[in-house]
Every structure is written in structure tokens, then in C-alpha cells.
């Protein structure tokens, strides 16, 4: 069996913009294909997972693989307020605003924009809390 790494037809190079004071742990990852602008004092836990893409799922009548080669990747930028804490192996996916204060917890895969200062933790994160 042999495996082939195909690109991203559609491979856009977005642009990460960090406010002051901030801080990322080593090892994470923020995938820049739509544009991420940081806030103020931020902070990202090891193994924090940023992504600003995603593929197509939709139809039936072809392979999964055939519609990713013919569509590529739908991206969207993303904005992290300032003070905002994502913890250690967390997953940001669909997420488009994440306004100031918020905190998420370890291991939370946000699939929704919380509110400001809201406290997020599960698979999927819900709102647990408020600062």
C-alpha cells in the first residue's frame, strides 16, 4: 500500500498577529490558512490545536478524497480577544470570535463563539462559568 500527500488545492497562507504580553506553550498548533489576530495577554497550553479550516463533507455520489482535490478547504479568520486563556490540548474548530476574557479548559473542543469572560470545558465545550 502506498500513501500519496495530496496539497490543499485551495492553500491560502493567512497572516498570525500577536498583541503584547502573550504566551505560547511549545508544541502547539495554529494553523495559519485564514488570518488569527491575538489580543492582549493571551495565553495557549501546550498541545493547543488553532484551526482555521475545514473540508468538505457533503454528497455521497463521490469519495471524500475526489471532492477534496476538486474543492480544496473552506477557511475563515479567526479573532482571540485580549486576556483569553486556552488551556493545554485544547481544539478550536469553527469558532470565528473568541472575545475578551474567555477561558477554556484542557482537552475542550470549542465548536461555538462563547460570550465575553465565559468559562468553556468538554468534547464539546460548554459553558461552565463566568470570571
Not at 2 to 8: A, E, G, K, L, Q
Not at 12 to 39: H, N, P, Q
Amino acid at each position: 500500500m502506498s500513501v500519496i500527500r495530496f496539497p490543499h488545492p485551495e492553500f491560502r497562507k493567512g497572516i498570525v498577529t500577536f498583541g503584547k504580553d502573550c504566551f505560547v506553550s511549545e508544541i502547539s498548533d495554529i494553523d495559519a490558512t485564514g488570518d488569527i489576530v491575538f489580543g492582549d495577554f493571551c495565553m495557549i497550553g501546550h498541545y493547543a490545536k488553532i484551526f482555521t479550516h475545514d473540508h468538505f463533507h457533503e454528497g455521497r455520489d463521490k469519495p471524500l478524497l475526489l471532492v477534496q482535490r476538486e474543492k480544496g478547504v473552506k477557511w475563515q479568520n479567526k479573532k482571540i480577544g485580549n486576556d483569553v486563556w486556552l488551556h493545554e490540548c485544547i481544539i478550536l474548530y469553527q469558532v470565528d470570535n473568541i472575545p475578551d476574557g474567555v477561558v477554556i479548559g484542557a482537552g475542550s473542543v470549542l465548536t461555538k463563539n462563547p460570550g465575553p469572560y465565559e468559562i468553556w470545558a468538554g468534547n464539546p465545550a460548554i459553558k461552565v462559568g463566568e470570571r
